[in-house]
């Protein structure tokens, strides 16, 4: 089929988990013999740092702004088996609103299902409106559980689960030292904060002879980093993989509304999981669908949980949890994985 993306980004990972997101699943998707046309808004900020300028699984065309898309891009929409919309759009209420009009099948595609169902209830339709649910032909959700009978209830006509995803090409056991203890890989929110500090630079000061890393951007000055931590400003997806690998765990941390809402793994969970870097993880409903508590995750609630699993755990435990990841994050959620997920909604099955 021939499939039109317009998302985020795919070029630049910048500030985003976008990218990496669409990357995988369309470089699987057009190894199953499709033909892809990715359409980008040229932003300053992704314009200044694109890392995947030129991908080598679709076509990558930038415009200008919603009359530069209309203008230049209908007869792509209208040549389209489906036109998919991606969340965090600029604009996105517009272009959804041409998108339905033009082409013969629209799917949205939220990559943030619990954040969009907050913002709409605050009466926030930066990129979708109630309105526009039901126009859409598919909801493709990043959360699953109780979330997709709440959209169809909205309107939508079909909501179907389409977890994030990992390329298990791009991430994978690595033979290098682990020189950190506990890592963590993500842009600031306000909501995650008190998590990371909970989980992660509160134990910082009590083990301060191990050491640990935070990376990622927009983290105010203001915060008060223990000195055994270690502040990367920014990761390009090319140094993950030697990321997660550098570290006997790391931490995953997720958004409040991702929490309330459950059943929402984050694009992190995997990739460390792939790597066969054991994961330390708060908590939320559904979790243990993705993975088992204590043999392929650790989950934490308090500074001293994470305290006595850095101190106390063995090395075999450690290891073990971490190579429990990796085998199921292999069977069951790769980007190959989403790709026949994908290809399956869109031939209505």
Not at 242 to 255: E, I, M, P
Request: aromatic share 10%.
């Amino acid at each position: 089929m021939k499939l039109v993306v317009l998302g985020l980004s795919v070029s630049s990972s910048w500030g985003n988990g976008h990218a990496t997101t669409y990357r995988a699943l369309l470089r699987e998707f057009a190894k199953r013999g499709h033909e892809i046309v990715f359409l980008e808004r040229d932003v300053e900020w992704y314009r200044s740092n694109r890392d995947l300028p030129f991908p080598d699984f679709c076509r990558l065309e930038i415009y200008a702004d919603l009359e530069d898309l209309k203008h230049r891009f209908e007869s792509e929409l209208r040549s389209s088996d489906w036109t998919i919309v991606g969340s965090y759009v600029s604009q996105g209420v517009e272009v959804g609103e041409w998108a339905t009009r033009t082409a013969k099948n629209v799917a949205f595609y939220d990559i943030d299902t619990p954040v969009t169902l907050a913002k709409l209830a605050r009466g926030d339709y930066e990129y979708l409106s109630p309105q526009l649910i039901s126009k859409y032909d598919a909801y493709l959700s990043f959360s699953g559980g109780p979330t997709l009978k709440n959209l169809e209830s909205m309107g939508s006509p079909r909501a179907r689960a389409l977890y994030c995803s990992v390329d298990p090409s791009l991430y994978f056991p690595l033979d290098i030292s682990r020189t950190t203890d506990l890592n963590y890989l993500g842009t600031y929110s306000d909501d995650r904060q008190p998590i990371l500090t909970e989980l992660l630079i509160e134990p910082a000061k009590e083990l301060s002879q191990m050491q640990f890393e935070v990376a990622g951007p927009q983290y105010p000055d203001a915060i008060q980093w223990p000195p055994n931590v270690k502040r990367t400003q920014h990761l390009p997806p090319a140094e993950h993989n030697a990321f997660y690998n550098a570290s006997r765990w790391t931490l995953n941390v997720t958004r409040a509304d991702m929490i309330a809402a459950g059943w929402s793994p984050s694009v992190r969970l995997f990739e460390a999981a792939a790597c066969g870097t054991p994961i330390i993880s708060d908590f939320w409903d559904g979790l243990d669908e993705i993975f088992a508590y204590d043999e392929e995750i650790v989950v934490a609630r308090s500074r001293d949980e994470v305290v006595v699993v850095l101190r106390d755990w063995s090395e075999d435990k450690r290891r073990e949890v971490g190579e429990a990841a990796r085998k199921r994050v292999l069977a069951e959620h790769t980007a190959a994985h989403r790709a026949l997920e994908l290809e399956r909604i869109l031939n209505g099955q």
